[in-house]
């Protein structure tokens, strides 16, 4: 069952276009009192001493969202 998951996946993640497709952002987003914080990191840090959950975008959104804050 396990390489047929992993078959399956394997062959999912061979669609995803490296140039739309979804990418790791260097920080993670907390609930914080009335709010939500978010605390941008060096790089994506994988370890339990990194509070919060880890943010994502889609690569062609990247440059859009930045539009406008200047």
């Not at 390489?3 to 497709?21: E, M, N, V």
Request: hydrophobic letters at 35%.
């Amino acid at each position: 069952m396990k390489s047929w998951i992993a078959k399956h996946l394997r062959l999912l993640a061979d669609r995803i276009d490296p140039s739309t497709g979804p990418r790791a952002f260097p920080g993670y987003w907390n609930h914080a009192p009335g709010s939500i914080k978010v605390t941008v990191t060096e790089g994506i840090q994988a370890h339990p001493e990194v509070p919060g959950c880890p943010l994502w975008y889609m690569a062609e959104d990247y440059r859009r969202s930045w539009q406008g804050l200047s």
